[in-house]
């Protein structure tokens, strides 16, 4: 699940106002806490709210405590901002904040730690594309990891592959599928999959012990990586996951925007193609509520039998029940699958291993 | 060249907030003007401006009058911000508002009655897929004409191609045309190639006027289908350009966002299918200051020679001197000139014709 953009919200003011705020997202690295008193005072009085501010601290407004999100260090200089109709649960974990509000424009939306996640409206592009570009790249895959997930699309996404007969998938965070239980059921309805094996605990821990060439294919799902994710993108995590590959096995590993994160781009290429020793491609997608619009998949095969990424030996076409789904594919598609591996002329230029 | 946000700007107040303008943009059709002179004043008092407000009518502040612009009705509901460095130049010419910004994410921003039209960053896709998609799909073009496009940047990419012999561009407002060649050289140089006339004026009109069968490939580079460009989408203006091209010849047609306008494309190309009785079909790119991330191309050719729009034919690779033109290709490539034509599951289950 990628994070996507900063998102402003005043906590625990879901009563105060209670019509219309404004999610405001902001991302520029010099903002500092302007806002006073004054304006907070505004975004009270008014019975629709149209506009809030950046903090990089605590608020106070009287006497509620205003928490504020902020800056998404991977989308420096701009913001989106989405029209809230309403809160719909906040709330506090172990590791994170976790908020979802019903958009005016995306339907529900998945906020952590004051970036989004996911909104009804355009989760299919990322689910649908991080679960069949890897699995429709090799034949017949039986034994499937999800490293994150915790909303349930990937697993709703791998369930449609008849031949798949086990799927782990290890999520840090257990109030994020209770949430998705909850508000999410388009998407938690993966988790109904009785090939589903829930596993709440740390992925670095769940892979360093699980047997080595268990697995056909592994999809990380996880979050940006800057704080506690940071580890997700750094060798020796790679290093766990080519472990738990079988030889020709495929990583599917969220991998940013191509129009803003091109030194990151490079470095996990140059980390897994020594790492898995098989082939290692970049593919993205449009997802219009992610920074830039657009999402890239890292996809690695581990060395053993050949994977041609962009031409799918598994297509989702053929895939016995796939498309009668009771959920229609809504982005993915065979074509979609190839496309996604066409790169733009700068990205070819500053990658140089592409 | 494509309308692409809501753009609001506190006119005349350049000299009064120095240093860091956010430039917000909203289009929630329910924004009303909420704002008050409080958060005004507090614009003008901060040394850093870190956020403004929503309207939908003017609002003065002592003597300055303050000029707003507002609502892309294009994208309701959301908003993308960018953080202006400075203002470089705004101007009203007989057509609309013309502003030029310098950003901190995206380089120079050229802003038209408030809506972004083009960034230096990531003027490239849209500039590129608009004219090499048209140009490699048709044999040795000879005769291109341009609506619109007065920033020169798909002048720029036509003259790549070493068979063109003329290209004409009728752009109705001059005033876009001089800025341009004063604030954006990197797209302006278009205008100094030997082989393009330009014509100041309607391109209705100038249509009426062509030759029957004069061109191989026409490209509308224009503003959003609303208000002035409103009837750029209409059947009469696609029948002049029916008219214009010779059989066989290729329309390229600016055709919005997949995710937000289905309703506008479906529209467009039932038309397109009616006039031009070749080939239609849809294409897109990604473009991260365009509403959504992405902008569509809509590719016709009119009934004659058979035009295979996936599979370019005139590859930009093999043109004689186009990818060692002075200015590198950035985004376009044949692989991704195929690639455009893929699309998602949602978009050809709405749009029938596709």
């Known amino acids: 699940m990628l994070n996507a953009m900063q998102l402003l919200f005043l906590g625990g003011s879901q009563n ?3 019509f219309l705020v404004v999610v405001l997202l902001f991302c520029s690295p010099c903002l500092v806490p302007y806002v006073s008193v004054e304006l907070m005072l505004m975004l009270f009085f008014w019975s629709k709210i149209i506009v809030f501010a950046f903090f990089f601290s605590f608020a ?24 809230v109709k309403e809160i719909i649960y906040k709330g506090k974990s172990e ?20 970036i ?10 990322y689910q649908e594309m991080i679960a069949h570009l890897p699995l429709c790249s090799i034949p ?55 090939r589903v094996k829930l596993h709440v605990g740390d992925a670095v821990e769940f892979l360093r012990l699980a047997p080595e060439g268990k697995y056909d294919a592994i999809i990380v799902d996880s ?4 704080g506690p994710a ?11 996951i080519a472990r738990a590959l079988r030889p020709g096995g495929v990583l599917c590993n969220m991998a940013e925007s191509m129009w803003l994160h091109t030194h990151l781009i490079d470095d996990m290429i140059s980390v897994c193609s020594e790492t898995f020793k098989g082939s290692v491609h970049y593919a993205w997608a449009s997802v219009p509520t992610y920074p830039s619009g657009v999402i890239g998949f890292l996809l690695c095969s581990k060395a053993g039998p050949h994977v041609d990424f962009s031409n799918p030996v598994n297509p989702i076409e053929k895939v016995e029940g796939a498309i009668t789904h009771k959920r229609e594919l809504r982005y993915y598609n065979s074509e979609m699958h190839s496309a996604a591996f066409a790169l733009p002329a ?9």
């Open 16 to 18: 105060l106002v209670p």
């Open 60 to 83: 106070y407004l009287g006497e509620a405590r205003k928490k504020v999100y902020f800056n998404n260090p991977m989308w420096p200089g701009e913001a989106h901002s989405l029209d």
């Open 95 to 114: 590791y994170q904040e976790i908020l979802v509000f019903e958009s005016s424009a995306y339907g529900k939306v998945l906020v952590l730690d004051g």
């Open 116 to 125: 989004v996640q996911l909104t009804e409206s355009d989760e299919c592009a």
């Open 140 to 194: 017949s895959p039986k034994s499937v990891l999800v490293v994150g997930g915790g909303d349930g699309g990937v697993l709703r996404e791998i369930s449609r592959h008849s031949s798949v007969e086990h799927i782990d998938i290890c999520e840090i965070d257990s109030m994020v599928i209770d949430v998705s239980k909850k508000y999410f059921p388009e998407l938690a309805v993966g988790f109904t999959d009785r």
């Open 223 to 226: 979050s940006d990586p800057v």
């Open 230 to 240: 940071q580890e997700l993108v750094e060798k020796p995590f790679f290093e766990t």
């Open 346 to 354: 700068f990205l070819k230029r500053e990658v140089k291993s592409l």
